[in-house]
Structures are given as structure tokens and as C-alpha cells.
């Protein structure tokens, strides 16, 4: 396909835009490890790892970029060991000419660019530098992840990799934080956080929320198979497994997450032509694991407590106070008050990613932040509603995950959380695959997915 100049143009910017992202977050590690020293072993160990990480992806890319999306389970510190790995993996792209941004919608490219230029212009109202560099590094870099893995997953193949690797990641980190709630082998604080399960994450908010989508993803396989080569009894304890996470994180944001997402997913099964038998097994599917869920409730004791989390809590009071001061700062600073600087200034943090970008990119951030993922919902719900999935990551999962991502957004702040990247990357990733709609699937408006032939796919608005 012949290209125009603009077309080229943008591409090649892009790419240099990347490596500038690459170069802020390399530096941004500088500067963290030039305030707070690791001890000798430690860089060392990190050093090797990179080592062994840089000669895994240059020799077995595939089973590097796996290695990155399994370590998206641990995020305790900033830059967390999967940033690490991925940072190598996109280098390695950039490189060897495998960072296509023809995949990624030119809209997406372009909000990105804004929203990340918004946040250099709000830089000159930083009170603490370095968290202010720090935490736009963090933001640069996810960006370039999210376009980086919109063009990696352009095959089946490559789509089972992130598949696996995240579902994996999600039942490991389930499993382990559940048990450690209840058996205190060695290490088993480090799962908890009281009588939350957290996993490897800074807060068991973010466990909760990390585990819907691979919920999602296992009811969409196995009420329709593509991907995952399992039984449908496997995929039903797996699910359960997740569920289970999922209900001892005690997170009332990823419960409204899992509830949002699992009622659009019934809605967009239901509604696709001939969806009548796999909303059936949705249900059953759904019943099965909500089944196993009260069964262990009954059986660890807990649904006192969980009574106990169902309820308004008194620091929702103080939730709600910071974020009406985050409006406030927006009215005495209208280009916002700069990256990571809120917590500077409220000894709360935002608890809402829109009030974060308000208070710290200005109105135009917040409007930039709306328009992009108010665009990448309207992109989802396009792909369900012609059953267009990305290379057999189901449409329908992606719709709902995303859904009800945005719910918890208004309550926790997570902008900063991987799997919002990787969830908007493969739905523009789906967005841009090349698919044939025909007249008789135009009326009826809901379809099965339709394998294509893979082609080069022009970039869209």
C-alpha cells in the first residue's frame, strides 16, 4: 500500500516520539536512583536481569513479551520489574523496526501527543521536581506501551500470547494472595494488606481491579471458545479462582467493576444474532462462579466482613473532600498544577482519575483524558456491535473490561494502572484489523467474528 507523505511523516514522528519516551523514563530511573541508592546486589541483580532480558528478546521476542505481561501481577514500586522488562522489549522494537504505529487509530496518536504536551506545559507549577518527573516519566512510558502493543498484537498467535500471559498472571496472583489470607506460609505478608487480600500491588484496589478483566476474558471463552485451549470446566475454576481474588481484594470499586462489565457482556452476547445459546452459558457460567464464591465465604467466615466493606465507609467523607479540592485547584490554576503534584497539595490522594488530570493538567487535560477514553469506548463498542474481535481476544470482554474500568476511574485513581494501557491497546489494536462487513451482516447489526485475510492496515480516524 502506497502511502502519502503525511502518512510517513506522522509514522516516523511517532517512532521518534517513542524513543523520547524511552530516553525520559531511562532518565527518570537516573534520577530515583541518584536521591535513593539501591544496595550494590540489588543493581546488580537488576543489571543481569536486564542482560538476560535484552538476549531473551532479541532471540525469543514472542516469549519476551510474555515474560513483561505475567510481571504486570507486580507493581509494589515505580518502576515495577515489568516495566523494566518491557522497557527492553520496545527498545528492541525500536530498533528492529517492529514498533508500528500504523495500528493505532492516528486520533489515538494524536491525543496522546496533547495529553503528554499538557503535561510539560503544566510542568511549571511543580512543587516537588522530582516526584513531578517521576510521575510523567511513569505517564510517557505507558503511552508508548499502549502504542507499542497496539501494533504487536496483529495475529492470532501473538494475541494467545498476551491472552495467556495475563490470564496466567491474574490466576497466580489470585491464588497466592487468597491463600496468604488464610495460611501464613513464609512471605504470606507480603499477599495482604489486613484482611484484604493485595497481591504484589500497592493497594488490593488495584489487585481487584487487575483481576476483572481476566474474569471477563474467561466467561467470554468459555461461553464462545477462540483462544484459550482449555476445557470449559478448566476455564469455570480458573474463573472461580479470579472470582475469588477478586472478592477477598474487599475492593467495592472492582466489585462495581465486575458487575458493570459482566452486565454489558450479557447484554452484547445476548444481542449478537444467534447469541441466545451463549448468553445461556454466560449465565451458567456467571451462576457457577458466583455459586463457588458464596461457598467459600461460608467456608473462611467472612461474610461478616464483607457486610462490613458493603457499607459507607467514613473515609469516603474525605474520598469525596479531596477530590471537590481537586476542582478547586483547577479554578486557581488553569494549565493544572503539574504531574504527581496533587498528593503535594492534599494529604489525600485524587481517588478519580478525572479529578487527577483536572487538578494537574488544567480543563484541557481533562477534556483531552474524556475525549480519549470516551473514543475508545465509542471504538469497542463498535467492534462488539459487528463482532469484530482483535485477532480472538473477544470484543464483547474488551467492551466490558473497559466499561467498567471507566466506572472505577471515577473512584480511584488509574491513570497510572497497566492494564488500562494493555485493555485500551488491544481494543485499538481491534479497531484498525483489517475486516469484511457484508450487507447481510450490516442488517443484522450484531455479528459473530469473521476471520480474516491479514493485510496491512491503513491508519483511521
Known amino acids: 500500500m502506497v502511502r502519502g507523505p503525511a502518512a510517513l511523516a506522522a509514522r516516523g514522528a511517532g517512532r521518534v516520539a517513542a524513543a523520547a519516551g524511552l530516553l525520559v523514563f531511562a532518565l527518570a530511573i537516573g534520577v530515583v536512583l541518584s536521591r535513593h541508592p539501591p544496595p550494590l546486589a540489588i543493581v546488580l541483580a537488576v543489571g543481569f536481569g536486564l542482560l538476560g532480558t535484552l538476549a531473551l528478546a532479541l532471540g525469543r521476542y514472542d516469549a519476551a513479551v510474555a515474560l513483561g505481561i505475567l510481571l504486570l501481577a507486580a507493581v509494589r514500586f515505580e518502576p515495577a520489574p515489568g516495566d523494566l522488562v518491557l522497557f527492553v522489549v520496545i527498545a528492541v522494537a525500536l530498533v528492529t523496526g517492529r514498533f508500528d504505529l500504523r495500528r493505532v487509530p492516528l486520533v489515538v496518536t494524536m491525543l496522546l501527543s496533547v495529553f503528554l504536551a499538557l503535561n510539560m506545559l503544566a510542568s511549571f507549577e511543580l512543587i516537588d521536581v522530582t516526584r513531578g518527573v517521576t510521575f510523567f516519566a511513569i505517564t510517557f512510558y505507558l503511552a508508548v506501551f499502549g502504542l507499542w502493543l497496539a501494533g504487536y498484537v496483529h495475529s492470532a498467535h501473538r494475541a494467545r500470547v498476551v491472552l495467556r500471559a495475563y490470564v496466567a498472571a491474574a490466576v497466580l496472583s489470585a491464588a497466592v494472595a487468597s491463600l496468604a489470607l488464610f495460611v501464613a506460609f513464609p512471605g504470606h505478608d507480603l499477599f495482604v494488606r489486613g484482611p484484604r487480600a493485595q497481591g504484589l500491588f500497592k493497594d488490593p484496589n488495584v489487585l481487584g481491579s487487575f483481576l476483572v478483566p481476566a474474569a471477563l476474558f474467561l466467561m467470554e471463552e468459555a461461553a464462545a471458545p477462540r483462544l484459550l485451549r482449555f476445557r470449559r470446566s478448566t476455564k469455570l475454576v480458573l474463573l472461580s479462582i479470579v472470582m475469588i481474588g477478586i472478592l477477598f481484594s ?53 461474610f461478616a466482613f464483607l457486610g462490613e466493606r458493603a457499607r459507607f465507609q467514613t473515609y469516603d467523607v474525605q474520598r469525596f473532600g479531596a477530590q471537590l479540592s481537586g476542582v478547586e485547584l483547577a479554578a486557581r490554576y488553569p494549565l493544572g498544577i503539574g504531574p504527581g503534584q496533587f498528593e503535594q497539595v492534599s494529604p489525600i490522594s485524587a481517588h478519580s482519575t478525572y479529578v487527577r488530570a483536572l487538578s494537574e493538567q488544567g480543563v484541557l487535560g481533562l477534556l483531552v483524558i474524556l475525549a480519549l477514553v470516551l473514543l475508545t469506548l465509542n471504538f469497542a ?18 467492551l466490558s473490561a473497559w466499561c467498567g474500568l471507566l466506572a472505577n476511574s471515577i473512584f480511584i485513581d488509574t491513570l497510572h494502572w497497566r492494564h488500562l494501557w494493555l485493555l485500551a491497546a488491544l481494543i485499538w489494536a481491534g479497531t484498525t484489523r483489517p475486516f469484511a462487513v457484508t450487507p447481510r451482516a450490516l442488517r443484522g447489526r450484531s455479528l459473530t467474528p469473521r476471520s480474516t485475510r491479514s493485510e496491512s492496515p491503513a491508519r483511521r480516524w
Open 381 to 398: 463498542a463498535r467492534n462488539a456491535s459487528i463482532g469484530r474481535d482483535t485477532y480472538g481476544i473477544g470484543s464483547a470482554a474488551l
Open 250 to 302: 474487599f475492593s467495592r470499586a472492582a466489585w462495581l467493576n465486575l458487575v458493570v462489565g459482566a452486565v454489558v457482556m450479557f447484554f452484547v452476547l445476548a444481542l449478537r444474532r444467534g447469541g441466545g445459546r451463549r448468553a445461556i452459558v454466560f449465565v451458567v457460567v456467571s451462576l457457577s462462579a458466583t455459586a463457588a464464591l458464596f461457598a467459600v465465604l461460608a467456608v473462611t467466615s467472612s
